[in-house]
């Protein structure tokens, strides 16, 4: 709980009601706490939140036709500094911007994760839209991923099908 609430102060007071390009409207950590305190200190992930916080609305601020849409940045960290981003937005961003911004939050450095991986969202607004009703994440990779499963999975198993570690990573 202690870091759903640091973090939730931390991102509420960067965050502004106008219509810029890009808007934070919570985080979803996807993991219980008890989890995310043994992977990740609460100062580092903050600061990495910050940083994607700060590449998308770089990325998304150079966007000609801009298309208001609302939904998820998932991220995923492994130890080792690997980071996976997928992006869950309705409507879907066209593939070029979604590409360059997917590409643009995959380039901020990552914080250390010990001990496996770490996943959360930022529910977010782009270009003025109204904010989603949708209770969580679903990025297409990981519906396709569920494909044939018998019932609901932990996130790290379902991220780890996703994405695979490679050998020795």
């Known amino acids: 709980m202690k870091i759903i609430v640091a973090l939730l102060a931390i991102l509420l007071s960067d965050s502004a009601f106008a219509a ?12 219980p706490d008890f989890v995310l ?3 990740v200190e609460v100062e580092d992930l903050s600061k990495y939140i910050k940083s994607v916080n700060a590449a998308a609305e770089t990325s998304l601020a150079s966007i000609a036709k ?5 939904g998820f940045i998932v991220i995923a960290v492994r130890p080792g500094g690997q ?5 869950d937005f309705s409507p879907a961003l066209p593939p070029a911007i979604a590409t360059e911004l997917r590409s643009s939050l995959e380039r901020v450095e990552p914080f250390k994760a010990k001990g496996g991986v770490v996943v959360f969202a930022i529910n977010s607004t782009l270009w003025g839209a109204a904010a989603g009703e949708r209770q969580g994440p679903s990025p297409v990779e990981w519906q396709e991923a569920m494909k044939g499963a018998d019932g609901p999975m932990e996130v790290g198993d379902l991220v780890e099908r996703v994405w695979p570690s490679k050998a020795g990573t």
């Open 37 to 39: 305190s043994e992977r």
């Open 20 to 31: 810029k390009p890009y808007n934070v409207q919570n985080l979803m950590l996807l993991q």
């Open 83 to 87: 980071s996976k981003i997928w992006l």
């Open 66 to 70: 801009p298309i208001p849409t609302a």
